[in-house]
Every structure is written in structure tokens, then in C-alpha cells.
């Protein structure tokens, strides 16, 4: 990647920035120096529509003197913050730093706010009206944008609803996911398979486990084919939270129900991330967030 990176547009930026302050410099001293002749009645001889004459009034000497203190800020500013280019400025401001300070600052003034609930246990905070509120804002503001507002996700994406978890559903395996993060990777696994009529057949087996429609004679044949599968899924099909590997036979499709959704998982293989939020959130906003996703599915034990 190096052999693709110079220094020659932070020299660009720097340059383009020192040559308008100092075009602007030098264009306010040439019309500064600049004589208009005038006529004795103060006027420069033009005239326009007839009768709309140009006075030779000067601008307030204030305006120019504005001007220059504009320019004098403007150098000092390049000088004591990042602006020209790669240079780091004499203060070594940085929107890293200043971010980090803002959210050092929040975390100091919420800790009072979380101190009640560090002692209590997950299904204690899930039904704790005040901690539940705070974890819907945790929830919206860290979590909705790929499980929805209402946590049933879409495809691709979990619904935290329904008690169908990849990792398992304990508090335990939730602050783990919420914390760290998850990479669920299913292989291309056409090959081990065997031809694409195995492919097909395969999925009509693995439609065949939670009783979805499907041709009973392809998911037959399929079915000694699916023994490539059964590494991860196991041989019933239930799946294995260690892996993350999902249960096949409840009729939940994370990536899509029918031959054809099954097929491309099969051909193309399937890759997940889940972010770890660790670098986000505090450990007190990750254990809050975690009874609100756990008491999502688990509504009458968190009552």
C-alpha cells in the first residue's frame, strides 16, 4: 500500500492554503495603494443607466483593518493547528484527543447515574424500569440501526425477539456478544457437497428438517449428502451455539427461506459480523444493555 502514498497532496493542501492567504494579503495592499482619479464633484465617471453615477467614496478604514486581523488569524490559526497539509500544528490538537476528552467527560458524569445498577444482577436490571429506559437509548443508539427499533431484526440480521440465538441466549453469552463482538462464517461448501444436483438436493433436505415446503424425493437423496454439513449443524440439524452454527430445524432463515436462498449459501458461503461495542460503551452501559437485549426475549421472567 505504501507504494501508492506520498506526501505530495498535504504538500497541494499546504500550498493551496499559504498561496490564498497570502494572495489575499497581497491583493489587499495593491488596492490599497491603488489611486481612483475623481472629478471635482467626487465622482469617477462612470455612469450607468443614464443617471446612476459611481462615487469615489473609499471603503471605512475599519473594513480593511478587519481584514487584515482576518489574515493575522488565519496565519496563526495554520500555525498552531493542523491545516497545512500533514503539519501537526505547534498545539498538537487533534479531533482524536478532543473526541476521547468529550466522551471521557460524559462517562465521569454518568457514572452516578449507573452506580445503583453495577451491584444488581441481569434479570434484576431487566425488570428495573429506570435501567430498562436507559437500555432502549443504548439500544436505539447502538443497536437499531441493523436489529431495528423493535430488535426483530431483518435479513442478515437477528431478530432478538424471538429466543433463537446463534450463541446462545444466557445473560452470560449475550454480554459476550455485546462486548466482543461475533464472526459467524459459513464456508463454501458446494465442493465437499458434491454437483450442483447434490447442491439441490441438500436443500430441499434442509428444508425438509423444520418441515418447510420442499420435494421429498430431492431431500431424500439429499440427505446422506448432508453428512459435509453435519460438522457444524450437526447430524439432526439443531445447530451448535459453540460455532454459532444455526439450528435448521425451528424455521427461522437468517439469510432467506427457500431452494434458492439455501442454494447460494451452499455455492457462496456466508460471512457475519457482529461489532464489538467494548470500545463504545462502559462496562456499567454494557451490562444494562445487556438484561434490555436479554429481557426482549425473556418478557415474563424480567416482569
Not at 103 to 129: H, W
Not at 161 to 184: A, M, P, S, Y
Not at 266 to 275: D, F, Q, S
Request: charged share 20%; with cysteine; glycine share 10%.
Amino acid at each position: 500500500m505504501s507504494d501508492f502514498t506520498s506526501n505530495f497532496w498535504s504538500l497541494y493542501v499546504a500550498g493551496i492554503t499559504i498561496a490564498g492567504v497570502v494572495g489575499c494579503g497581497l491583493l489587499l495592499w495593491l488596492t490599497s495603494r491603488k489611486k481612483i482619479e475623481s472629478a471635482a464633484d467626487n465622482t469617477t465617471g462612470h455612469v450607468w443607466d443614464e443617471d446612476l453615477t459611481e462615487m469615489n467614496n473609499p471603503m471605512p478604514r475599519w473594513w480593511m483593518w478587519l481584514f487584515v486581523l482576518t489574515l493575522v488569524f488565519g496565519a496563526g490559526y495554520l500555525i498552531a493547528y493542523p491545516g497545512l497539509g500533514t503539519y501537526k500544528g505547534q498545539l498538537g490538537w487533534t479531533q482524536l484527543d478532543e473526541y476521547r476528552a468529550e466522551v471521557s467527560k460524559a462517562q465521569t458524569e454518568l457514572e452516578p447515574i449507573y452506580a445503583r445498577f453495577t451491584s444488581m444482577k441481569t434479570e434484576e436490571l431487566a425488570g428495573d424500569p429506570a435501567a430498562m429506559a436507559i437500555g432502549d437509548r443504548l439500544f436505539m443508539n447502538n443497536c437499531a440501526q441493523c436489529h431495528g427499533s423493535d430488535a426483530r431484526g431483518s435479513k442478515g440480521f437477528p431478530n432478538l425477539t424471538d429466543g433463537d440465538w446463534l450463541h446462545g441466549g444466557t445473560t452470560d453469552n449475550i454480554h459476550q456478544t455485546i462486548k466482543d463482538g461475533r464472526v459467524g462464517v459459513m464456508p463454501p461448501m458446494a465442493a465437499a457437497v458434491g454437483s450442483s444436483e447434490d447442491v439441490r438436493n441438500v436443500a430441499h433436505y434442509v428444508l425438509s428438517l423444520s418441515g418447510s415446503p420442499h420435494d421429498s424425493l430431492k431431500a431424500s437423496l439429499g440427505k446422506s449428502k448432508f453428512t459435509a454439513c453435519a460438522a457444524c449443524h450437526g447430524m439432526d440439524g439443531k445447530g451448535n451455539p459453540a460455532l454459532g452454527a444455526p439450528n435448521l430445524t425451528d424455521d427461522i432463515w437468517l439469510h432467506g427461506w427457500g431452494e434458492a436462498a439455501i442454494v447460494n449459501i451452499i455455492n457462496n458461503g456466508k460471512t457475519n459480523e457482529m461489532p464489538a461495542q467494548k470500545d463504545k460503551l462502559t462496562d456499567a452501559q454494557i451490562n444494562v444493555l445487556t438484561a434490555y437485549v436479554w429481557g426482549l426475549s425473556n418478557k415474563a421472567a424480567a416482569r
